[in-house]
């Protein structure tokens, strides 16, 4: 998708009709990609419908300043453990009726990938939800698997995926869940791991089942469509399949193998992928089958998309499917080519990790402050007395032209006109012929020639293409009290876009525009991408910021993958986390609270010992007092500040 430029500019500009929530509805596409879950109140606040437009409904904003009332202060990461049980329940109940309207004679096993999102309360929830529908789980290492065995102990029943790289202490610890009645599968990525496999088998007497993990001939769609085709990371060729086959028939060990795997990649966008690269997992699974293996499962990975921005199209942050449909197709054509070929239907696993928990978590922040071009505009009683100052450099007099001569028909010439000398401008005072206060004067002026025509843009008919970046330039910058290297890494690294909202005054028209930035110490700490009605915008619609008053925003649909990904960028930890249990009547509850990093433990993590920082410090005041700096009440006043420093929030309080 190209990006594209918000209508609602910096400055002026008012709709004619009086603004509604359902302006600021479609305004922020929250129909479109909230969908059932959130919405717009009647107050103008967000809402969140953890079970659905049937159940409660919270208001998102009560709900941040509840919290800090409770002295939990944005930013704050916010779990809704009913909407991941909602999730569940649909991807269940999507796949459930699929197999009933085709006729499809195996059974149905979601598995939830622990990488997603690795927080052990979420973890231990998608455990004990999984109870009720049957759900699995799955590993990509050593350390997730030693994870899993432990919580997965009242359960023994509950299928275990192994993926991932796996050496030789990773196959023991296979072994010995084996061993301890754990219902798991070792799933090979590459022919080495099968040796390991056979050779602890041998050594320990412990058969375990075994999986293997096929690269399909054709690569996904997507921004991961890497993750299948001939260059994936991960998975065997049917050349390697093959020797794998022979091999455990050659070891006695053939009925051990069960599953057959792939993966189509992260945030598959097009169903036609889907479609295409099931047929062919069915093909070779039929096949297997012929070989004499005795396969049962069939997983068809990862990859169910979330719809970020609601346009409904195979964009990379999009998808042009239904939950409905993806599972329509993975059992349909499963079943057409078992069917044909005269094979038993298999039961049918999915790893679908972003659409079980995307949902599930919020990002509130608040904005500290903005910086604004139309700050330092030039009024007419200012140019009238620039005209009349014979003091008044030429190129200040050019610039003062170019404003004056701003009009719906003048537009582009005044904008070039504007460039020419503010260029002539800088030069001057590059080579020492401008003052200072005549060179910021020219910067107000050119600014004040790009607002005045950006005044325009909305009722010009067509936008020349020079002028199209203009409402970006003269946008806000408002400053949000997060990291997006922390809490939205995935901004940063792949260019993923989330929903960005206030989460408040949505009664009320929003006149400005602005990129938001974090509060690290660098230039890649912005978000300068929002979802639009057909594509991207560079500003996101904003209100003005009122003196004294909180003005707050939110990202949604960030519980996968961020929470984990997250840096220490300028040694600003992990925000606050709660998960919120919400009773039938709207209210809520704080049913479990994180608290954020503090500083001396982000310290800690890279070998600072606050103990000694606070030593220092301290032998500091001691030298200051005995030289006369300051008082012993000074000093012991500063230590404690230093103190209550160390051990507090590593954000702005």
């Not at 999102?117 to 350390?143: F, M, T, W």
Request: proline share 4%.
């Amino acid at each position: 998708m190209s990006e594209k430029h918000a209508t609602t500019n910096s400055g002026e500009g008012s709709s004619r009709l009086p603004w509604t929530t359902a302006d600021a509805a479609r305004l922020y596409q929250i129909g479109a990609w909230g969908g059932d879950t959130f919405e717009i109140g009647s107050n103008g606040h967000v809402l969140v419908m953890p079970r659905g437009p049937e159940g409660p409904r919270v208001d998102l904003y009560e709900l941040v300043t509840g919290l800090e009332e409770r002295g939990i202060n944005t930013p704050v990461l916010i779990g809704f453990p009913d909407l991941l049980a909602r999730r569940m329940q649909l991807l269940r109940r999507a796949f459930d009726d699929a197999i009933g309207e085709c006729g499809y004679r195996g059974a149905y096993t979601p598995v939830y990938p622990i990488k997603v999102n690795q927080h052990r309360y979420l973890v231990e929830k998608v455990e004990r939800l999984g109870r009720d529908i049957g759900a699995g789980l799955e590993v990509g290492s050593k350390p997730e698997l030693l994870a899993v065995m432990g919580m997965t102990s009242e359960t023994p029943g509950r299928l275990i995926i192994c993926n991932g790289f796996k050496e030789a202490q990773y196959i023991h610890q296979v072994m010995r869940a084996t061993q301890l009645g754990r219902n798991i599968i070792a799933v090979i990525e590459n022919i080495s791991e099968l040796e390991v496999i056979l050779q602890e088998a041998q050594t320990t007497g412990i058969t375990p089942r075994i999986g293997i993990r096929v690269k399909l001939s054709r690569a996904g769609s997507g921004r991961w469509h890497q993750s299948s085709g001939e260059k994936a990371k991960f998975g065997l060729t049917i050349p390697g399949i093959l020797e794998v086959v022979s091999r455990l028939k050659e070891t006695g060990m053939l009925d051990r193998l069960a599953l057959l795997h792939c993966h189509m990649g992260s945030q598959i966008t097009d169903i036609q992928v889907v479609n295409s690269g099931i047929t062919e997992l069915a093909q070779i699974f039929v096949q297997l089958q012929k070989l004499g293996t005795q396969l049962t499962y069939i997983d068809v990975g990862g990859g169910i998309g979330i719809d970020y921005d609601g346009s409904q199209t195979a964009w990379d942050f999009s998808t042009n499917y239904s939950l409905n449909e993806y599972a329509m197709t993975v059992v349909y054509r499963i079943q057409s080519v078992c069917d044909e070929a005269g094979i038993e239907h298999p039961e049918i696993l999915t790893e679908a990790g972003r659409a079980l928990v995307s949902h599930h978590s919020i990002l509130a922040f608040n904005v500290l402050g903005a910086a604004r071009a139309d700050r330092w505009i030039v009024s007419s009683e200012e140019l009238g007395f620039l005209k009349n100052d014979p003091s008044t450099p030429r190129v200040i007099s050019d610039l003062i032209d170019a404003v004056e001569r701003v009009g719906p028909d003048t537009a582009l010439e005044s904008y070039h006109d504007a460039v020419q000398a503010h260029d002539e401008a800088l030069t001057l005072f590059t080579v020492g012929h401008l003052e200072i206060a005549h060179r910021g004067l020219a910067d107000r002026l050119y600014w004040t020639v790009c607002l005045k025509i950006n005044a325009l843009l909305d009722q010009a008919g067509q936008i020349p293409d020079e002028l199209g970046d203009l409402q970006s330039k003269l946008s806000d910058t408002m400053y949000c009290n997060f990291s997006i290297f922390q809490s939205l890494p995935d901004t940063w690294a792949i260019h993923q876009v989330f929903p960005v909202m206030p989460i408040h005054r949505l009664d009320e028209e929003p006149t400005r525009g602005a990129t938001l930035a974090d509060i690290t110490c660098d230039s890649d700490g912005q978000i300068d991408r929002f979802i639009n009605v057909q594509d991207t915008t560079s500003i996101l619609p904003v209100h003005e910021l009122r003196p004294g008053e909180p003005y707050f925003l939110a990202a949604f649909l960030v519980g996968a993958y961020q929470e984990t990904l997250g840096d220490l960028h300028n040694l600003f930890g992990d925000t606050h986390l709660v998960h919120i249990a919400v009773d039938d009547d709207g209210s809520w509850s704080v049913e479990e609270l994180v608290e954020g990093d503090t500083v001396d433990e982000v310290l800690s993590y890279l070998q600072y010992d606050h103990r000694w920082l606070y030593q220092a410090i301290r032998r500091d005041c001691e030298r200051a007092v005995r030289a006369g700096r300051m008082t012993p009440a000074e000093s012991r006043a500063l230590l404690a500040d230093y103190n209550r420093g160390l051990t507090g929030y590593t954000y702005l309080e």
